[in-house]
């Protein structure tokens, strides 16, 4: 058995323990919103948070998050509450056919997590998630969004309105 925290939730996975994470995620907590690709830890559809950093979950034996916590992108959001940038991502039509989405999305809420007023070539640099139908333009952009609501809500707690 493979204890840890997953979206929130104390799990245990009855699993190998060189199970790579995508698999027990997927086949044993059924959580099917992070995607397999290339299986060898390049394109990103399958990032995941593990501790609050973005991993590459096809990379990962799930004995490896054992006592740790896992985010996926069934639990980015908060409740009914999309996380800001799942909501930039509407509000920008970013996704064409979609797939690699979940894994860009985790990998980049990541990145503003450690880095909240981000550059577009900071998140060049820092995201190597591959999208085929290359959104990327509209990805930058909706980051921007988020990045810009971020500032106008410090300048309004610091009453620079």
């Not at 204890?3 to 027990?24: I, K, Q, R």
């Not at 940038?85 to 894994?103: F, T």
Request: proline content about 5%; charged content about 20%; glycine content about 8%.
């Amino acid at each position: 058995m493979i204890d840890f925290t997953l979206n929130g939730e104390a799990v245990s996975l009855d699993v190998p323990p060189e199970m790579p994470l995508l698999w027990a995620l997927r086949e044993s907590a059924g959580l099917t919103g992070t995607k397999f690709s290339c299986g060898i830890g390049n394109c990103g559809a399958c990032t995941v948070h593990l501790d609050g950093a973005a991993v590459r979950s096809c990379s990962v034996p799930v004995a490896n998050v054992a006592g740790r916590a896992v985010i996926t992108i069934e639990g980015l959001a908060d409740g009914e509450a999309l996380h800001p940038l799942q909501q930039a991502w509407i509000d920008h039509q970013v996704p064409q056919c979609g797939y690699c989405q979940p894994g860009m999305l985790m990998a980049i809420s990541a990145l503003l997590e450690r880095r909240p007023d981000v550059t577009d070539e900071q998140v060049t640099e820092s995201i190597t998630n591959i999208c085929r139908c290359g959104t990327y333009e509209r990805i930058r952009s909706a980051v921007q969004s988020v990045v810009q609501k971020t500032d106008e809500d410090l300048d309004e707690e610091n009453g620079n309105v």
